[in-house]
């Protein structure tokens, strides 16, 4: 059976794996340094924290706007471009914040990444939009 959006739930899935691990990493920094409830002033903890929410923030549009434009016919050859740039762009974040607080090149490449899939998905849909009316 083929799914409407299974391309685009591949990187569903992956990026479900790598949410569970950032989070495992701010939990893990809060046993460590007995810090239950915000970030103690820990520059470590308050670096995870950061890489957790900032993938909260940017992933799911871009994962909503990858499926809205996989339902409305963009190919697999579209998609799956996306999806790579998505999921490598968020693990070179989290690289980038590991070892600086500041602008780091893995950072730099990974928001660039997030970016132009966020950028690229969204001009594709108004795109298609646009289409379903004059085309």
């Known amino acids: 059976m083929f799914l409407p959006v299974a391309n685009t739930a591949l990187y569903a899935g992956i ?16 046993y460590q340094a007995k810090i239950g409830l ?3 002033g820990d520059a470590m903890l308050q670096r995870h924290i950061r890489v957790h929410g900032n993938f909260t923030e ?4 871009a994962l909503l706007l990858m499926a ?5 016919g ?3 050859w ?5 999806g790579i740039a998505l999921a ?3 693990i070179s974040h989290a690289v980038g914040l590991r070892g600086s607080t500041g602008a780091s090149r893995p950072r730099v490449v990974g928001m660039m990444a997030t970016f ?18 004059f085309g």
Request: aromatic content about 8%; hydrophobic content about 60%.
């Open 15 to 30: 990026c479900a794996f790598m949410l569970i691990g950032l989070a495992l990493r701010v939990i893990r920094h809060r």
């Open 58 to 61: 940017y992933v799911p549009a």
């Open 68 to 72: 809205i434009i996989e339902v409305n």
């Open 38 to 40: 915000l970030d103690g």
């Open 74 to 76: 963009a190919p697999w």
């Open 88 to 90: 490598g762009g968020r």
């Open 116 to 133: 132009s899939v966020l950028a690229i998905s969204g001009l594709i849909a108004i795109g298609q939009f646009v289409w379903s009316l």
């Open 78 to 82: 579209v998609i799956h471009p996306l």
